[in-house]
T-cell receptor, first 108, second 111 residues
Framework: GQSLEQPSEVTAVEGAIVQINCTYQ??????LSWYQQHDGGAPTFLSY????GLEETGRFSSFLSRSKGYSYLLLKELQMKDSASYFC?????????FGKGTRLHILP | NAGVTQTPKFRVLKTGQSMTLLCAQD?????MYWYRQDPGMGLRLIHY???????AKGEVPDGYNVSRLKKQNFLLGLESAAPSQTSVYFC??????????FGPGTRLTVL
């Protein structure tokens, strides 16, 4: 089976940097993605790591280490609009399986 | 392009009733997925399809059936609704192995 573990909640301050972790116990997957979901909305794609290393898109970066079973999403220069839930997801055998998500709270 | 659309947006059913949720995408994507989302549970995969005429079971398929008669449409059916199926249902599509595009969701309540 596959299991993706994320902290249920993380709190950070506006303007700061926050890291959201995702650890997994699965192998042989094509890649790992991160999604953002605001309350009442649909998930939206943030980033995808097919290979180990860091991918950067604007204020967001995502890192993957397959050997360590570990990924993280890094959000820089936090803004209040970044308050949302963040999900990691793996694509394995055409199934895309999600973690339970991390709720990010941002303090002014 | 409308992207991914879902019909209906809201629905209330009584236990034992049946219904079909429709998902449509206009991006010519091969892969389509149905998820349910419950508080604290994240998104759980119900069924998915890798192309027209194909379907496969996900993590939580019991109580649901699907059909993919046309490439652009993916239907999710509940034959006999139960209160445990009260949830928000999301459809998604992808043209490859990375970015999924989600519909706006269907909020279903089963009384």
């Amino acid at each position: 089976g596959q299991s993706l573990e994320q902290p249920s909640e993380v709190t950070a301050v506006e303007g700061a940097i926050v890291q959201i972790n995702c650890t997994y116990q699965t192998s042989g997957f094509y890649g790992l993605s991160w999604y953002q979901q605001h309350d009442g909305g649909a998930p939206t794609f943030l980033s995808y790591n097919a290979l180990d290393g860091l991918e950067e898109t604007g204020r967001f970066s995502s890192f993957l280490s397959r050997s360590k079973g570990y990924s993280y999403l890094l959000l820089k220069e936090l803004q209040m609009k970044d308050s949302a839930s963040y999900f990691c997801a793996v694509n394995r055998d055409d199934k895309i399986i999600f973690g339970k998500g991390t709720r990010l709270h941002i303090l002014p | 392009n409308a992207g991914v659309t879902q019909t209906p947006k809201f629905r209330v059913l009584k236990t034992g009733q049946s219904m079909t949720l429709l998902c449509a995408q206009d991006m010519n994507h091969e892969y389509m997925y149905w998820y349910r989302q419950d508080p604290g549970m994240g998104l759980r995969l119900i069924h998915y399809s890798v192309g027209e005429g194909t379907t496969a079971k996900g993590e939580v398929p019991d109580g649901y059936n699907v059909s993919r008669l046309k490439k652009q449409n993916f239907l999710l059916g509940l034959e006999s609704a139960a209160p445990s199926q009260t949830s928000v249902y999301f459809c998604a599509s992808t043209g490859g192995r990375n970015e999924q595009f989600f519909g706006p969701g269907t909020r279903l309540t089963v009384l």
